[in-house]
């Protein structure tokens, strides 16, 4: 049987999961769905997916592959594959694609999206969703940050504590802010790669501007100096999710 | 000390809980919070609320008393309860109110929304909070259907199977249909008091309708016949939630 690559269109909800990446003893989004495909192809397959997600992070659309020799159309992997799921990981859609595509070598560029819950009361509803900022957030000043970050830099700053991507030079597309739309701020942010923590990191420091405990400036010195101790804290998971992945 | 009477407002996220009402060896709303009143006040009190909440179902503006004679300021008791309660039960206010006050016999009226979710993908973000159709809904009819329940009447069609409520009389000040918005409908009724799981039971019926597996007119015949078993399925709890009570 001839081997055939399957490009898979996902959403997950993170929040019951130890993020993407298959480890022992924990519940991953790759290690369910892994285990589900096992099921019904009879075949250990390993999926690709365009980058890994954190532990508590989102994704609307993440893109994934593997291989198989499996004659399964694409179509009943999707339908099959969304019996057995739980309901917190979904497939949208499933397809044949050229056997030389890799979800993570041949994205283009991802975008990420970062949502702030800002107003005083909580909101339980949401609580899962995004992050909860209780004092007025001054917005624009936040706005004016971000676009510091359009362009090509050295992220060392913004990177995970202790994290070893190599290479620490991302080139970003876009960063920006949609809202306040029912209370809700959404940081939206495109580049070519994103180092570990790096969204969280940004966020937590432009809060930190937005709240007043932070000048501007500083920001800026901060994403110029590439040093890790420098920037805000980490923005919490569950206001982090993966929106697209760009080919 | 003087017995002193506190209103709550409460938000609460139903999903995690067998319903409001305390019951042995279950997980309830009220429950949960008399055992964190008792931790604060060292004393036990009676929560009564406006009205039972079924498991699985929500609350937006839940109001609640209990009497008590403890010193302790309603601002206190707001921030101790938040600080102890799991994240998906909040206070959303404290007051004193006359000891005459009663949360359930004073409420002259209560308005309820069910959240359904029109759309042909499921959206695991939402799974939670409302009930997912995938067929196209034929929402002006679904209005009309509503409308026939503004008013008095009998609502025995519509109460839970096996029911005893009493009286079955209710009148209903309002009932429409909000949306859709982002593929969302929200149904809204108003009355003056809830059969037991008759918001679910006229939301499964007029969706009947809506998908056109029942005629307009049939909907008219079930209010009329006051027989439980010809209305259609339940809607499930997750959709529902009380939004405000009037007093």
């Known amino acids: 049987m001839e081997w ?11 929040n019951q999961y130890h ?15 892994e285990e589900k495909l096992y099921m019904m192809l009879e075949e250990r397959v390993r999926l690709v997916a365009s980058g890994r997600t954190d532990a508590g992070v989102h994704a609307l659309n993440q893109v994934s592959n593997f291989q198989t020799r499996s004659n399964i159309p694409p179509f009943a992997i999707k339908k099959g594959l969304n019996s057995l799921l739980p309901l917190d990981i979904l497939v949208k859609a499933a397809e044949y694609v050229p056997m030389a595509f890799h979800a993570r070598y041949d994205a283009r560029s991802k975008t990420y999206e970062y949502r702030i819950l800002n107003k005083e009361e909580p909101d339980i509803f949401r609580r899962h969703y995004s992050w909860h900022i209780r004092s007025p957030l001054d917005v624009a000043t936040m ?5 510091a970050l359009v362009g090509g830099h050295d992220f060392s700053s913004f990177r995970s504590s202790g994290g070893k991507d190599g290479d620490p030079f991302r080139s970003v597309m876009e960063a920006k802010i949609h809202g306040p739309d029912d209370d809700l701020l959404r940081v939206v942010i495109e580049a070519d790669g994103f180092l570990r923590h790096m969204v969280r990191n940004v966020v937590g420091t432009i809060v930190e501007v937005g709240l007043g405990k932070m000048e501007m400036s500083k920001f800026a010195e901060i994403l110029r100096s590439r040093d890790r101790k420098m920037a805000g804290v980490k923005a919490p998971p569950q206001g982090l999710f993966l929106v697209n992945v760009n080919y």
Do not use: F, H, P
Not at 4 to 14: A, E, M
Not at 143 to 147: E, F, H, M, N, Y
């Open 4 to 14: 055939k690559n399957i490009r898979l269109l996902l959403s997950y909800d993170g």
């Open 19 to 33: 993020g993407w990446q298959r480890q022992r003893g924990e519940v991953t989004i790759q290690g369910t769905i």
């Open 143 to 147: 706005r004016d940050c971000l676009s």
